[in-house]
C-alpha cells in the first residue's frame, strides 16, 4: 500500500481523492506554509509530541495562525492512525499554509485561515543501509537565515539533495563559511576521538528531533554531545560520521565525495546510538542487527 484512503483534510477525515486545492493557494504559489514528517514504527507515532511542538513554533515563527490547539492536532493525528488501522512502518506528512486567497505577496485578510492536511504512507525501515552507511556529497549551503524553521520552501534543499543523488550519493553535507551546517534534509554529526560534534541549535539548521534524541543517548552512553560545529576539512580525519532524520534515522556515513570515513564502514558509536534509536522507538521487527 502507498497513502492510505483516510486523509485528514482541516479538521475532518475523508478519503485521499478527495482533498482538492485551489489555483490560487499560498502553499503553491508562495511555498507559504510549513510542514513535519512524523515516523510511525508499528503503527505508533515515533516523537509525536516532539513533532507537533515543533509545527507550532514553526506556524508561529512564520506568523500563520492555527486554529487548533496542541492536544487537538495530536488527537486528530492519533485518529488518523487510527481509522486506517495502520500497523505497519510508515511516515505522516502534515503541511499547515497560509490559506487559499487571491495571488498576492502580503498576508490575506484575517478570514481567511489556514490550510492544513495530513496523509500517512508506509515506509519499512531501510535495514541495508542502515548497516553498511552511505555514501554522501560536499554542497555550499545557500539557503536563507531561517533553517530552524521547517518551512515548504526547500528549492535549495530540493538542488543539493539531486546533485547528490547524481553523484551516487545519499546526501548532500551542506557547509556555510567551510562550516558543516546540516544535510540537505537531515542533521549531521562527527565522531573524533569518542566524542561526537554537530553544528550547534542556532537559525542555520533545523533543531532535528532524532538530532534531540541523539543528545540524550549521548548522556546515557556516556560520550561527550558538543554542539561545535565542525570545518568541512575536518571530515578528511574523522573517525566516524552519521546522519539522523525522521525517516533516515541514525545514518552511517561511510564516504563523503571521494573520501572514505575510517575503513568505510559504520563505526562503534554510530552503532550504539542506532542500538539506543531502536530500544526508544520500541522496534521490534526489521531491526538492524536481527
Ligand atoms: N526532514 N534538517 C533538515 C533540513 C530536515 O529537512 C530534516 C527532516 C532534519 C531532521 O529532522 P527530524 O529529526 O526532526 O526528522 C534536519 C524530513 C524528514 C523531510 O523533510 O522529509
Redesign the pocket.
Known sequence: MSVYPIILNQTKFTHRDSLKYPYEERALQFGDGV???I?IYQGEYH?LK??VD?LFRSAEAVKIKLDITHKELTDLLLELLERNQMEEDG?M?LQVSRGSAPRDHVFPADDVSANMYAYMEDFPRNVELLKNGVSTITHRDVRWEY?YI?SLN?LP?VLAKQEAKEHGGYEAILHKDGLVT??????VYMVKDGEIYTHPATNN????????RVEDFAKELNLPFKEEAFKVEDIQTADEMFL?????EIMPIVKVDNTEIQDGKPGKITKQLQEAYEKDANITKNKINA
Do not use: A, F, P, Q
Request: contains cysteine.
Open positions: 510542514y513535519e514528517v515516523r516523537l516532539e513533532h515543533r511516515k506528512y533553517c521547517k526547500l534543499n546540516e544535510c540537505s534534509s537531515s542533521n539548521i533545523l533543531h532535528g528531533c532524532v538530532r534531540m539522523t532524520s525522521s525517516t533516515s
